[in-house]
């Protein structure tokens, strides 16, 4: 009997432990930014930026001025390979000021299959003048 029960928690393990592990795809919220111009075909989920998560915490001119984020959904060309050399999320996720691209790819990459690139909830919000 008891060795039923252990191996019933054995296999119920194998089969939860993953799923808790693995990082879950999320719907983007409204004045969320999705960018999916290379992360599907890369193999990976599209990327999904809480802009106002970040915008209670910083003003526009830190990324929009100081991090060379154009002001205009799906005019910056952002690659992994830009930010791991510490360019655009790079400067602030570079494991001192917040965490590094190394720490796993579901933080970013969260979205679920199929979103198209753009401001979540608010398409019209194209960038100044553009509201």
Do not use: Y
């Amino acid at each position: 009997m008891m060795q039923r029960v252990r191996r019933g928690i054995a296999i119920l393990s194998v089969l939860i432990v993953p799923l808790l592990l693995s990082p879950i795809a999320v719907h983007a919220e409204r004045g969320d930014v999705v960018l999916n111009k290379r992360a599907e075909a890369n193999g990976m989920r599209p990327v999904i930026f809480p802009h106002w998560f970040h915008r209670i915490r910083f003003r526009c001119k830190v990324c929009h001025t100081e991090l060379g984020f154009q002001m205009r959904a799906g005019s910056n060309e952002v690659t992994m390979d830009e930010i791991v050399k510490g360019k655009f999320c790079g400067m602030c996720h570079n494991g001192q000021i917040a965490w590094s691209p190394d720490a796993g790819c579901g933080r970013c990459h969260s979205g679920l299959p199929g979103l198209k690139s753009g401001i979540t909830g608010n398409d019209e919000t194209k960038g100044p003048g553009h509201w």
